[in-house]
C-alpha cells in the first residue's frame, strides 16, 4: 500500500527522498540512468526528477551534451539568434520547440571548464563555418552565460579550473569579469572549488579570481587543488571576508606543502572548522611540523597518501587529530600504496601502520606490493581496527595471503564489506565461490575490487 501510494504521489515528501537518493547514486557512481527513468513514472515523479537532473548538468557522464547546449539555447532573444545563424548553423540546431521546464532556472553547480569545453564541443558540430571559428564560439560562450545570469540563476557551487583543459583564456577571462558585474550570480555560493595549474604569468585571469573570492561572505567548504601560492594564501589570509567564521570543510587535493608555510596561521583563524581532507599531496612532513603546536583541534576526516612520510611524523599527525591515539576517532578514509621499490620504507611502515591506525575507519584501501610476512605484521597489529570498507590489490598474492585475511580479517569480524584483488595470479575473492560463502557466513560481505574501490577520492568527499 506504502509503496503505491509513493507511485501515485500520495507521499511528495517521501518520494523526493527517493528520488534525492538516486541523484546521490549517480553523483558517486557516474551513472544517472535510474534517476532518468524517474521523469518516465508520472507527472510528479518527473517534476522531481527533472530539476535534479539539472542541478549540475556539466557534470554527467554520457550524456548528450550537444542536445544539451541546443535546450539552453532555446532561451535566445532573436537577435542573439540571428548572429549565430550568420555562421551556418547546422541541422537547424536552434530552431524552435516546446520545452516543458524553464531549465536553466535548475542550475546549482557550475564548472566553468566544463561548461566552456562542452560549449566549444557544440561549436564544432553546429557550424560548417571554421574560418570564424573562434568567433562563434565566444558569441555562444557569452550569450549563454548571459541566460544563465538573467534567469536569476541561484549557484551553491562554483568550481573554477585554469589549466586543466585547452580552454581559450581569453575567453575565460571574459567570464570571470561578467560574473564579477553580476555579483548577485554567486552570492549564494557556500563551496568554492579551485584548481589552478600553470597560471603563475596570466595576472589578468589571477586578479579575476582574486576577487572572485574575496566576494564570498558565506563560504563554507573550499577544494585546493594543485598549486598557485599567489591565489591561496590571499583566500586562506584574507582579513577582508568572513572566511574564518563559515568555513567548515578544507580539502588539499595534489598540494606541494613544500612551498606554502603560513598554514599555522590559517587553522588558527579558522573558527568553525570541521573537517580537513588531505588527498595525494606532496612534501606532508611540512605540512605535519606547521600544525603540530596549532591550540585549536585538528579534524582531519581523510588521509590519502601519494608519498609515504617519516612514520614518526605520520604518527604526531594522527595524535594531533585526536585528543590521544587510542581515543582518536576522526580519520574516515585512508588510502595508502606500497610499493617494493623502497623496501626498507615501504617494510617498516606497513609493519608499524597497524599499530597507529584510529579504532574505526570508514574506508581503508591498500595496494601492497611487500612481503607476505610484512602483510601479516600489518593485519597482527591492527586486529583491534574495525574498517566498513577495505580494498585490498595485492600486486604480489598467493595462498597464504588469503590465509593471513582469513585469520585475521574474517575470524575476527573486522570489516562489513571487503574487495580482494589479487593482480599477479589475475584472480578476485569475489569469484572464488567457496571462499564468498565462508566470508558471507561471517556477516562479511564481498565485492568485486572495482565496485568498492573509490578511484577518485577527492570527488567522492567533496560530493
Same mark, same amino acid.
Given at each position: 500500500?506504502?509503496?503505491?501510494?509513493?507511485?501515485?504521489?500520495?507521499?511528495?515528501?517521501?518520494?523526493?527522498?527517493?528520488?534525492?537518493?538516486?541523484?546521490?547514486?549517480?553523483?558517486?557512481?557516474?551513472?544517472?540512468?535510474?534517476?532518468?527513468?524517474?521523469?518516465?513514472?508520472?507527472?510528479?515523479?518527473?517534476?522531481?526528477?527533472?530539476?535534479?537532473?539539472?542541478?549540475?548538468?556539466?557534470?554527467?557522464?554520457?550524456?548528450?551534451?550537444?542536445?544539451?547546449?541546443?535546450?539552453?539555447?532555446?532561451?535566445?532573444?532573436?537577435?542573439?539568434?540571428?548572429?549565430?545563424?550568420?555562421?551556418?548553423?547546422?541541422?537547424?540546431?536552434?530552431?524552435?520547440?516546446?520545452?516543458?521546464?524553464?531549465?536553466?532556472?535548475?542550475?546549482?553547480?557550475?564548472?566553468?571548464?566544463?561548461?566552456?569545453?562542452?560549449?566549444?564541443?557544440?561549436?564544432?558540430?553546429?557550424?560548417?563555418?571554421?574560418?570564424?571559428?573562434?568567433?562563434?564560439?565566444?558569441?555562444?560562450?557569452?550569450?549563454?552565460?548571459?541566460?544563465?545570469?538573467?534567469?536569476?540563476?541561484?549557484?551553491?557551487?562554483?568550481?573554477?579550473?585554469?589549466?586543466?583543459?585547452?580552454?581559450?583564456?581569453?575567453?575565460?577571462?571574459?567570464?570571470?569579469?561578467?560574473?564579477?558585474?553580476?555579483?548577485?550570480?554567486?552570492?549564494?555560493?557556500?563551496?568554492?572549488?579551485?584548481?589552478?595549474?600553470?597560471?603563475?604569468?596570466?595576472?589578468?585571469?589571477?586578479?579575476?579570481?582574486?576577487?572572485?573570492?574575496?566576494?564570498?561572505?558565506?563560504?563554507?567548504?573550499?577544494?585546493?587543488?594543485?598549486?598557485?601560492?599567489?591565489?591561496?594564501?590571499?583566500? &586562506?589570509? /584574507? +582579513?577582508?571576508?568572513?572566511? #574564518?567564521?563559515? %568555513? @567548515?570543510?578544507?580539502?588539499?587535493?595534489?598540494?606541494? =606543502?613544500?612551498?606554502?608555510?603560513?598554514?599555522?596561521?590559517?587553522?588558527?583563524?579558522?573558527?568553525?572548522?570541521?573537517?580537513?581532507?588531505?588527498?595525494?599531496?606532496?612534501?606532508?612532513?611540512?605540512?605535519?611540523?606547521?600544525?603540530?603546536?596549532?591550540?585549536?583541534?585538528?579534524?582531519?576526516?581523510?588521509?590519502?597518501?601519494?608519498?609515504?612520510?617519516?612514520?614518526?611524523?605520520?604518527?604526531?599527525?594522527?595524535?594531533?587529530?585526536?585528543?590521544?591515539?587510542?581515543?582518536?576517532?576522526?580519520?574516515?578514509?585512508?588510502?595508502?600504496?606500497?610499493?617494493?621499490?623502497?623496501?626498507?620504507?615501504?617494510?617498516?611502515?606497513?609493519?608499524?601502520?597497524?599499530?597507529? &591506525?584510529? /579504532? +574505526?575507519?570508514?574506508?581503508? #584501501?591498500?595496494? %601492497? @606490493?611487500?612481503?607476505?610476512?610484512?602483510?601479516?605484521? =600489518?593485519?597482527?597489529?591492527?586486529?583491534?581496527?574495525?574498517?566498513?570498507?577495505?580494498?585490498?590489490?595485492?600486486?604480489?598474492?598467493?595462498?597464504?595471503?588469503?590465509?593471513?585475511?582469513?585469520?585475521?580479517?574474517?575470524?575476527?569480524?573486522?570489516?562489513?564489506?571487503?574487495?580482494?584483488?589479487?593482480?599477479?595470479?589475475?584472480?578476485?575473492?569475489?569469484?572464488?565461490?567457496?571462499?564468498?560463502?565462508?566470508?558471507?557466513?561471517?556477516?562479511?560481505?564481498?565485492?568485486?575490487?572495482?565496485?568498492?574501490?573509490?578511484?577518485?577520492?577527492?570527488?567522492?568527499?567533496?560530493?
Amino acid at each position: 500500500m506504502s509503496c503505491s501510494k509513493i507511485l501515485l504521489g500520495d507521499l511528495p515528501e517521501l518520494t523526493y527522498e527517493i528520488i534525492k537518493y538516486f541523484q546521490n547514486d549517480y553523483s558517486n557512481l557516474l551513472d544517472y540512468s535510474t534517476l532518468h527513468s524517474c521523469i518516465l513514472v508520472n507527472r510528479l515523479w518527473c517534476r522531481i526528477a527533472i530539476p535534479l537532473l539539472w542541478e549540475n548538468p556539466f557534470s554527467i557522464p554520457n550524456r548528450n551534451y550537444n542536445k544539451m547546449i541546443e535546450i539552453y539555447l532555446y532561451n535566445l532573444n532573436d537577435d542573439v539568434k540571428t548572429k549565430l545563424y550568420e555562421y551556418k548553423i547546422i541541422n537547424n540546431s536552434l530552431s524552435s520547440r516546446n520545452i516543458m521546464f524553464n531549465y536553466v532556472k535548475f542550475l546549482k553547480y557550475l564548472n566553468i571548464c566544463r561548461y566552456m569545453f562542452y560549449v566549444e564541443k557544440w561549436s564544432d558540430d553546429a557550424t560548417s563555418t571554421k574560418h570564424f571559428e573562434q568567433n562563434f564560439m565566444r558569441l555562444v560562450h557569452m550569450s549563454l552565460f548571459k541566460i544563465f545570469i538573467e534567469n536569476g540563476v541561484n549557484l551553491r557551487t562554483l568550481e573554477i579550473e585554469i589549466g586543466t583543459l585547452d580552454i581559450h583564456c581569453y575567453d575565460y577571462q571574459n567570464i570571470l569579469k561578467l560574473i564579477l558585474q553580476n555579483q548577485n550570480f554567486i552570492h549564494n555560493i557556500g563551496n568554492l572549488q579551485l584548481n589552478i595549474v600553470d597560471n603563475i604569468e596570466n595576472m589578468v585571469t589571477n586578479n579575476h579570481v582574486l576577487q572572485i573570492i574575496h566576494l564570498h561572505q558565506n563560504l563554507k567548504k573550499i577544494k585546493i587543488c594543485n598549486n598557485d601560492e599567489s591565489l591561496y594564501q590571499p583566500l &586562506l589570509l /584574507s +582579513k577582508d571576508h568572513n572566511c #574564518s567564521n563559515t %568555513l @567548515n570543510t578544507i580539502i588539499f587535493l595534489y598540494v606541494e =606543502f613544500k612551498f606554502i608555510n603560513y598554514l599555522n596561521e590559517v587553522f588558527e583563524q579558522l573558527n568553525v572548522l570541521e573537517s580537513v581532507h588531505i588527498v595525494k599531496c606532496s612534501s606532508l612532513n611540512n605540512f605535519i611540523q606547521q600544525i603540530i603546536n596549532l591550540t585549536k583541534p585538528f579534524k582531519l576526516k581523510s588521509l590519502i597518501l601519494y608519498e609515504v612520510p617519516q612514520i614518526e611524523t605520520l604518527q604526531q599527525l594522527l595524535q594531533k587529530s585526536g585528543n590521544y591515539l587510542e581515543n582518536f576517532g576522526g580519520l574516515n578514509y585512508l588510502s595508502m600504496i606500497i610499493w617494493e621499490e623502497y623496501p626498507l620504507t615501504g617494510s617498516f611502515i606497513l609493519k608499524n601502520l597497524g599499530q597507529i &591506525l584510529p /579504532s +574505526k575507519l570508514e574506508y581503508l #584501501s591498500l595496494v %601492497l @606490493n611487500v612481503k607476505e610476512s610484512d602483510f601479516r605484521a =600489518f593485519l597482527e597489529n591492527s586486529q583491534g581496527v574495525f574498517v566498513n570498507k577495505l580494498s585490498i590489490e595485492l600486486r604480489r598474492g598467493s595462498d597464504d595471503s588469503l590465509h593471513y585475511i582469513k585469520e585475521y580479517i574474517m575470524k575476527e569480524k573486522r570489516v562489513k564489506y571487503l574487495a580482494i584483488k589479487d593482480n599477479e595470479n589475475n584472480k578476485e575473492l569475489f569469484d572464488l565461490k567457496e571462499e564468498l560463502r565462508e566470508f558471507e557466513l561471517h556477516n562479511i560481505r564481498v565485492r568485486r575490487h572495482r565496485d568498492l574501490f573509490i578511484s577518485d577520492l577527492s570527488d567522492f568527499i567533496w560530493s
